[in-house]
């Protein structure tokens, strides 16, 4: 992992992109489980849908993955703006990716 870290910073848009695609990967998955039948009859409500299976996924990881970072290393809250740790700069990563 720490290797990682050197290669995510000297290349932050590819990371963000990867991620990016990894959440619109998550977005076609979701489409495929069954929907309520008060949201297939309009369009907009659809939309709704699939964004908020989206978001949800989403906080789950991450909302799980900061609570494990914070855990793993109490620093990050003594030093927030300069401590950091590569699976903390990979979670900012995924979380701009969204």
């Given at each position: 992992?720490?290797?990682l870290l050197p290669v995510l910073k000297s290349h932050p848009g590819p990371s963000v992109l990867v991620c990016s695609l990894l959440?619109?990967?998550?977005?076609?998955?979701?489409q495929?489980?069954?929907?309520?039948k008060v949201v297939k009859q309009n369009e907009l409500h659809s939309w709704k849908w699939r964004n908020l299976s989206v978001s949800m996924v989403h906080s789950l990881l991450t909302g799980a993955w900061a609570l494990i970072c914070v855990v793993v290393?109490?620093?990050?809250?003594?030093n927030l703006h300069s401590y950091h740790t590569p699976l903390s700069?990979?979670?900012v990563?995924?979380?701009t990716g969204q």
């Open positions: 992992m720490d290797a959440f619109r990967v998550v977005h076609q998955l979701l495929r489980l069954p929907v309520p290393w109490p620093e990050t809250l003594r700069y990979l979670l990563c995924v979380s």
